[in-house]
């Protein structure tokens, strides 16, 4: 680390900036993690697409079927190709079991990561979480030294409050929240604590309005910045440039052309497949996608059809020497 846990907070205000993406994990057909196309992904979407930050791990990632050896060989995968890259990292150590967290907190810490992100825990039979939330993070924050970005999301079963992030916000070495919740919520925690917390969501829709009206500079993190671009169409990476820049109506311009990619996704994307779907444009990009593991599903032949059919029309300029692997 670059850092102390002292000094975490007023670090990451300084380098965690511009767009991170949550990386997908590619599995080889044995569902062996393929460790050769993640290396190839992540410096594809770090070199030519100019993506800052991956998450790596996260559910994107499909950890909840990786064992813990494996999510650590992620770790060390991802910490390698940021040194030789050039980018920063952030490890997703979420899981129901404390102990876990903590073990893989501790291995990305060791490993050199710069950040790790922990869910909000699964809570069965509560009503009334809030001090069990904050003493969860309270204990992990105690036990470690890498800073840590929160994360709260429907899938928990509740949402964090802005009012308990706030307090949250306070305990040190709480450095970032990915916050996937209504617009509302998150304006309210920017308003609260956007000082102590850097507050972000993982909505490439609603990035660029927070950029010109909330004034955030982290794009915390989905897979957008690599299904939505390519060496010679970088048009996420474009308009957040001029954002940050003040050029709004440039910016907005070209934000607004990608709505046919955005519609292309969403029309074709199985809501019960979206692992599977995410793979499989990756493929079409020339990427390294692959299966899914279970208990997720593939995607049938018909569906990537009509996806390819949607990949095609979409706009998307694609490298003259692409080698789709999905064609």
Request: glycine residues 0%; contains cysteine.
């Given at each position: 680390m670059n850092y102390s846990k002292r000094d975490a907070k007023a670090y990451s205000r300084q380098h965690m900036k511009g767009i991170w993406a949550a990386a997908i994990t590619p599995f080889a057909p044995d569902m062996s993690i393929d460790e050769a196309g993640f290396r190839s992904n992540m410096q594809h979407w770090t070199r030519d697409l100019g993506i800052e930050g991956l998450f790596i791990c996260g559910k994107q990632g499909e950890f909840f079927?990786?064992?813990?050896?494996e999510r650590k060989r992620t770790f060390d995968i991802g910490v390698d190709e940021a040194r030789k890259g050039k980018f920063q990292t952030i490890m997703s150590c979420s899981d129901q079991n404390m102990d876990t967290v903590i073990e893989l907190a501790r291995h990305a810490e060791r490993a050199g990561a710069d950040y790790i992100v922990v869910h909000a825990p699964i809570l069965h039979f509560s009503k009334a979480q809030d001090d069990t939330v904050y003493e969860y993070y309270r204990y992990i924050s105690e036990q470690v030294n890498i800073g840590i970005a929160l994360w709260s999301h429907p899938d928990s079963g509740y949402l964090l409050s802005p009012q308990l992030c706030a307090r949250i916000a306070e305990l040190p070495g709480i450095v970032a929240i990915k916050y996937s919740v209504p617009r509302e919520m998150y304006v309210e925690l920017t308003r609260l604590a956007g000082d102590k917390i850097i507050v972000s969501t993982a909505s490439e829709e609603e990035w660029f309005d927070n950029i010109v009206e909330l004034d955030w500079k982290?794009?915390?993190?989905?897979?957008?910045?690599?299904?939505?671009?390519?060496?010679v169409d970088r048009r996420m990476h474009d308009y957040t440039q001029l954002a940050f820049k003040g050029d709004i109506k440039q910016a907005r311009a070209i934000r607004d052309s990608l709505n046919p990619v955005r519609e292309a996704i969403r029309r074709t994307w199985p809501h019960e497949k979206p692992h599977a779907h995410a793979k499989y444009w990756q493929d079409l990009l020339g990427q390294v996608g692959g299966p899914v593991r279970r208990p997720l599903l593939q995607l049938t032949e018909a569906e990537k059809a009509a996806t390819k059919a949607a990949f095609d029309a979409c706009g998307l300029k694609l490298a003259p020497n692409l080698k789709s692997s999905a064609a």
């Open positions: 079927s990786m064992s813990l050896d982290l794009y915390l993190c989905s897979n957008p910045p690599y299904l939505m671009q390519t060496p």
